[in-house]
């Protein structure tokens, strides 16, 4: 496989079991842009401890479907449930399910006002309402786990592109959250930083957080994921474990993708 | 030493004051200096020249003679017996009334005007933009115009408020009433409004140039301390905040803490309103507010306002879809995201240019000359330029006075920007 | 179709789902009525202060407009006239006031027998214009220059005079017309001339007068090229002595020698006869013009490296801006006198054009400052690799750029200083605003008359601005466009 970014470092597997609890239960879903239907009949459940890659093309609702996960965008019909709570209109479960979730943008959106440390201390303050040394304290837990602590006081424009995907993994991590949501969170990078956020996550995987991760970086997927989920306009096409997946592919769409992305 | 450059000067030759370059850019300064120096001597000379033959001199002896003219609006006390410079101080202060008004006006009408053309509501965003637009393509002087014609001339006459016995008697209403719970008056000639008056009044201070009401002293200072108070209380809850997590309520004792200490010294000071009274052909009492000044304030606000009201929309607009995005992922809720994420990063973006409409406005308080206004212009540039002769000097005052406010408030924006980028960086 | 609910099962999709219409609750004007206007508390009280505000301006403006009357000859008919037919108390609009002094909100005092020169000129300034705003464009620059053509040969033909002046006219703009079609590139020499041959039309006097003017800029040239070996700086220099030097000593006496031998000419106009709209476009057009060029030396000078240049043109900005236009029209009425050699005096419309100009100029040159600041020094340095001297590099590579980064904001100086026309009044010049309005308020038949002519003065202010505002962002999306 010629995937430039192939994970060549063992995996230690000790805590990434799969537990029979349900972390996300999606059911029926349906989402609509106007009049064009981006999600159609979404059905996936996600179980805690599970790591899940979604790749497609380009357009086919797989950043849409992460971001109905914590209510960046509304659906239309159907039901998600998160952790036991169903996403409505009721602001008190929005905001339930968003201080569970943790989300990791392609564009890192850290605040460019903030210090890398006020960067991961705000949420935490505001929201858990946990006091500021002991935020703190936390900040600088998870920034040395994405060994970055050094930069603790500078702003987010002085750190290059991996350093600051780096904060924005750490700032989500803050709100110790049970589940992360990674959209695309490789491609604003230059090669020679994917590395370092991706070995990032796969710390974060090796210690059994549930992960959904629109990515096309298949050597994380290969090295990490416990399924692969193929989407293409807007809808499940295709899901399987990592190995079927790229080597016994069944829809054609799938194998076209998999041809394009990995240069066969 | 210097043993490198010596090997070009060995060679020189004047041909270089043209074509090297390390020579040309200082023949081509030395020119301009010669040039700009000749047009200097030759702009003095011809004035030195024009002045003589009119028979006059250049000096500001005239602003300690006697001024001789009226000014229907003074903040600060003056006579026609005062001197020229009084009158020009006076000129000044109303100025800057206008000014500082007019800019706190602006900023309301441009904040709320601003925001709204952004809000999801389409009639309201439509019409702010139809405000925009309308104001900012007219020349403001046709506002300041409209709105001192409409106020001269369709209000009643001071006599159409007169209440006469047979008028009782036959059940008649007068042709004319006052607003707002008979408070405010508004007349052909001037509107009056009620005037804080104090039943234990503190007097004057004499500070040399005028005198200033130590009630006024004493209100403002209660503000201060109301304002400084809040402040203590607010880093108080910070510090809970920071401690224990949770933030305490404040907001109740916030106001009570701002508005508390005005209210009681009011209270301690006797505070009541005097009201306009019609007495023979015209009210006395209240305080009277020229049309001139109305008409003046509520156009340059408008008018500035529409200008504000596109930069807080470019400033919020210039903070990206992700931000709001990332605070509502980490579980923020709008308003807060509003004020911890969004505010701080589009308040940079639009304060520069806040305080250039400031300065625009400013400068446009100029056009008081237009309703015979008496700012600097209608007092320095006006009755005492036309009374003394002095243009010359009048003029050149004048300008001076003008650019010193400007350097003052450009001075600001400069000062804000460096503060910024420091703490950025 | 397989249900998914088993979390790890293996899942291929064999049929794809269509699209589906969004659910009813999704579409439609109940949806939109929802999300726009009542989409929660806050909304709809938005919206119901809004429809009141709207209504409230609607009902108290609208019985005026539909009892406009139109004819009439004093305000006081007009209230007799609303009275009658609609009742006691009824409100109209009195636009029997356009009707009979619109004239003067067009043209001033400006010799009624002489409109048709302002409104030739007027026309003209659009064949002069189409070359510039599109340039090279064969189909805008012909439907422009054709379109003023047949207007001005309709409102021209009719009119009373000599027949070889009209055939003259007709002919010219025939000739206008097909070098728009057949050489539109060519018609940006229409351009320079324009300005010659608007001053001709508008004051009138002898035709030698601005073609010896223009002459002047022939012989700079000539200079120019003459002295071209010795460089850029040099050359430009003694084009430019040369030009003045022959408008100082030469252009006058031969213009009126001239003149002696082949009088052609129009009856002169004084300046104090010009007014309303005429003024303002006059005063305007020549401004913006002028203050472009100026902008751009100025914002040059600001970015030199030569210390003495710099300060020089920094200290002209930040004073001129520092100051409101007013203290520098008055300047020009009053003070100039003193400030030049004794005895000399000229037009108070030509100077306020210069103070209004420089005003303008002082502003641009921020703007231009701007543009230049964003341009990556890559450019620069391109061009000096590529051996460019600075005004080549200026003109070929730096300029075109910054100019296009910067057109948003020179576009709004601009309709700033078209809105500043009107402060003119305040040194006595007869503006459409408050110079000619107070004209007609003044006159007992139309004493009180307030609403109409603002709203017509600022409706005809409106269209320019707003025309200038829509044009730049059309332009600016243009030029990203052509980024791409």
Known sequence: MSDPHAIDREIDRSHMQVSDEVAIQITRMNKWYGAFHVLRD??????????????????????????????????????????????????????????????????FNLFPHLSILENCTLAPIWVRKIPKREAEETAMHFLEKVKIPEQAHKYPGQLSGGQQQRVAIARSLCMKPRIMLFDEPTSALDPEMIKEVLDTMIELAEEGMTMLCVTHEMGFAQAVANRVVFMDQGQIVEQNEPREFFNNPQSDRTKLFLSQILGH | MA??????????????????????????????????????????????????????????????????????????????????????????????????????????????????????????????????????????????????????????????????????????????????????????????????????????????????????LAFLAAIAAGVFANRALVRHAQRVQEATGIRPVTWWKSILLILGPPILTLYALGFYLGYGELAGFNFVGGIQVLHSFTALWLALSLYTGAFIAENVRAGILSVSKGQTEAASALGLRPGRTMRLVILPQALRVIIPPLISQYLNLTKNTSLAAAVSYMDIKGTLGGITMNQTGRELECMLLMMLIYLVLSLMISTVINIYNHAIRLKER | MSDQTNASAPFVRREMIAEQPAPASEAGVVKWLRENLFSGPVNTILTLIGLTVIYYMVSSAWPWFRHSVWNASSLHECKEIVTSNYGEGAVGACWAMLRERWHQFLFGFYPPEEYWRPTFAFGLLFVALAPVLYFGNRKTCSVVVGTVAVLLLV?????????????????????????????????????????????????????????????????????????????????????????????????????????????????????????????????????????????????????????????????????????????????????????????????????????????????????????????????????????????????????????????PGIVSVFIGLFKDTTLVSLVGLMDPLRGVTQVVRSDIAWKGIYWEPYIFVGAIFFAFCFGMSRYSMYLEQKLKREHR
């Open chain 3, 155 to 407: 409102y021209f033909l009719p009119h009373e005079g000599h027949p070889v002046a009209k055939f003259v006219a007709a002919a010219s703009l025939a000739a206008l017309g097909a070098l728009a079609w057949f050489a539109p590139k060519r018609l940006l020499w229409f351009t320079p001339l324009y300005p010659a041959l608007t001053f001709w039309l508008l004051w009138g006097g002898s035709v030698w007068t601005p073609v010896f003017a223009l002459a002047g800029v022939a012989v700079g040239v000539l200079a120019y090229r003459l002295a071209g070996s010795l460089g850029t700086v040099m050359a430009t220099s003694i084009g430019f002595l040369a030009t003045v030097l022959w408008w100082l000593f030469l252009s006058g006496s031969v213009a009126a020698q001239v003149n002696g031998l082949l009088p052609i000419g129009l009856e002169h106009v004084d300046s104090d006869r010009f007014g309303g709209f005429l003024l303002a476009v006059v005063i305007g057009v020549t401004a913006i013009s002028g203050s472009l060029p100026l902008g751009i030396l100025l914002a040059l000078g600001r970015r030199s490296d030569m210390f003495l240049i710099k300060s020089l043109c920094v200290g002209f900005i930040e004073a001129i801006r520092g100051v409101p236009l007013i203290t520098l029209l008055f300047t020009a009425s009053l003070l100039l006198n003193y400030f030049l050699p004794p005895g000399t005096t000229f037009d108070i419309i030509l100077r306020v054009i210069i103070m209004v100009t420089i005003f303008a100029a002082a502003y641009l040159a921020e703007v231009v400052r701007g543009g230049l600041a964003a341009l990556p020094r890559g450019q620069y340095e391109a061009a000096d690799a590529l051996g460019l001297d600075y005004w080549k590099a200026q003109r070929l590579i730096v300029m075109p750029q910054a100019l296009k980064i910067s057109i």
């Open chain 2, 3 to 216: 043993t490198a450059s010596d090997a070009p000067k060995a060679g020189f030759r004047p041909s270089m004051l043209i074509y090297d370059t390390r020579y040309r850019s200082i023949t081509i300064q030395v020119f301009v200096l010669i040039l700009f120096v000749l047009g200097l001597v030759w702009l003095l000379d011809n004035t030195a020249k024009n002045l003589a033959a009119v028979d006059k001199d250049f000096n500001f002896g005239f602003l300690w003679t006697r001024a001789g003219y009226d000014i229907n609006q003074r903040l600060v006390e003056y006579t026609n017996d005062s001197t020229h410079g009084r009158a020009l101080l006076i000129g000044i202060l109303n100025t800057l009334l206008v000014a500082v008004l007019g800019c706190i006006l602006a900023t309301v009408v441009g904040v709320l005007a601003g925001i709204l053309r952004l809000s999801r509501n389409w009639l309201i965003s439509r019409m702010m933009t139809v405000y925009v637009e309308i104001f900012r393509n007219i020349p403001v002087l046709l506002w300041i115009l409209l709105i001192f014609v409409i106020l001269t001339e369709t209000t009643p006459s001071p006599r159409d408020f007169r209440v006469t016995d047979e008028m009782i008697a036959a059940g008649e209403a007068p042709k004319a009433s006052p607003f707002f719970f008979d408070s405010i008056v508004i007349t052909n000639r001037s509107a009056v409004i009620p005037e804080p008056l104090f039943t234990r009044s503190l007097g004057n201070i004499d500070i040399g140039i005028f005198l200033i009401s130590i009630d006024l």
């Open chain 1, 42 to 107: 979404i059905n996936m459940t996600v179980m805690k401890g599970e790591r899940i890659v979604i790749c497609g093309p380009s357009g086919s609702g797989k950043s849409t479907l992460i971001r109905c996960i914590n209510r960046l965008e509304e659906h239309q019909s159907g039901q998600i449930v998160v952790d036991g709570t169903e996403l409505t209109s009721d602001l008190k479960n929005i905001d339930k399910v968003r201080s569970e979730v943790g989300m990791v943008f392609q564009h």
